[in-house]
């Protein structure tokens, strides 16, 4: 290996073990473990008191419910201290009349974001980027985006992806771009020739023996 490799920095990788953490947040301290049974959404954010990161929490904030009903909590971070993170709730429930109900790491050592790969270089050696992993029951990274700067996240698109993986998980199945519950799934294609060629006598909708839909 040679020393540039090593200098490289670990990243989290899919359908791997996320990696675990302890951290102390605005509602007491918080590891991975904690979690178990649930599907996680950890997201970071570059600063509190900031226009954007303002706007993505306010709409997290206001997707709880429907998080909780999918079996899922969301998990804040930035490198900021508790005392920060508190500051600015109680001012977006001023401001805004938003209550943030869920909690956000205080991670002024880095090592939360540093072992999640939010520390990006290219955008800032100080700030965690918008990053976004979905974690599911069992503590296995499921999915992980980042976002710039400059740019807010969409909330309902991780709803969307939730429900999304619970049903592929569910059925067996993959899904669509832009699929919402109750729109038809894709049937994971045949393996051999002779799957192939039985695929469009199984009773889908195939356009083509690779490309089957259904309804669940």
């Known amino acids: 290996m040679t020393d540039q490799q090593e200098a490289m920095p670990s990243f989290p990788r899919l359908n791997e073990r996320a990696p675990e953490f302890k951290a102390p947040t605005t509602h007491g301290e918080k590891t991975l473990d904690d979690y178990k049974g649930k599907w996680l959404v950890l997201f970071s954010h570059p600063a509190d008191f900031t226009p954007v990161c303002t706007t993505e929490f306010i709409a997290f904030a206001k997707a709880v419910d429907e998080f909780k009903s999918i079996n899922t909590e969301l998990l804040g971070l930035s490198i900021d201290s508790v005392f920060s993170h508190i500051a600015w709730e ?105 799957a192939a060629a039985k695929r469009q006598d199984e009773g889908y909708e195939c356009t083509d023996w690779y490309f089957c839909k259904k309804t669940l």
């Open 90 to 194: 109680t001012n977006i429930r001023e401001k805004f009349g938003v209550e943030i109900s869920f909690p956000i790491i205080a991670d002024l050592s880095m090592q939360v974001a540093k072992a999640y790969g939010m520390i990006q270089p290219g955008a800032s050696d100080t700030s965690a980027v918008r990053a976004t992993f979905i974690i599911d029951p069992e503590g296995i990274l499921r999915a992980m985006v980042y976002y710039p700067m400059s740019n807010g996240r969409s909330i309902p698109e991780f709803v969307r992806l939730v429900k999304a993986m619970q049903t592929s998980d569910a059925n067996g199945v993959a899904t669509p771009e832009g699929w919402q519950p109750g729109d038809k799934v894709i049937v994971p294609p045949p393996a051999t020739a002779q």
